[in-house]
């Protein structure tokens, strides 16, 4: 099955790519490589909730937005490849930066709402490296960002 069926069985339907909202531009496409920029949970245009977690986000919660933007690192991929995630051979590294309170450590769990999703939709090539960074704050208080870098079939 093809990454562009298993999305379609999924049930999901990619947004938009979110504009850049800074200095800097979603993707860069370096030969057969493309880096996908910090993705922040954005959903109908706004971020899906603001706050550190640990304290005013649970752990599902911050699990939970991890998908969504994976979500929108879906929607930027597809567009720096042409118009399909078929044109992507494989997820090679993805980092996930948490908005952590004091004592929180599930950084890993959190950031498995983003890989699971890329191996759901790409299968094998879809596993990755990963960093999982506990972070004071993000960007207009996000929970969490997600950055990729991925390889153009």
């Not at 504009?19 to 706004?46: E, I, L, M, N, W």
């Not at 919660?61 to 051979?89: H, I, K, P, T």
Request: aromatic content about 4%; glycine content about 10%; some cysteine.
């Amino acid at each position: 099955m093809s990454a562009e069926e298993r999305l379609s069985s999924l049930g999901l339907v990619l947004p938009e790519p979110p504009k850049a909202v800074a200095a800097y531009v979603p993707t860069a496409v370096s030969g057969a490589t493309v880096y996908v920029s910090g993705q922040v949970p954005f959903r109908d245009g706004a971020l899906t909730r603001t706050g550190l977690v640990g304290r005013d986000v649970t752990l599902e919660d911050a699990v939970d937005d991890a998908r969504v933007c994976a979500v929108n690192v879906l929607a930027q991929l597809r567009d720096a490849a042409g118009g399909s995630l078929d044109n992507v051979a494989r997820i090679v590294k993805v980092t996930v930066f948490v908005a952590s309170s004091e004592g929180f450590h599930a950084q890993p769990t959190v950031a498995n709402g983003a890989s699971e999703l890329f191996v759901e939709v790409f299968g094998d090539a879809g596993r990755h490296a990963r960093a999982a960074v506990g972070v004071a704050a993000l960007p207009m208080g996000a929970t969490v960002e997600v950055e990729a870098i991925a390889e153009l079939s």
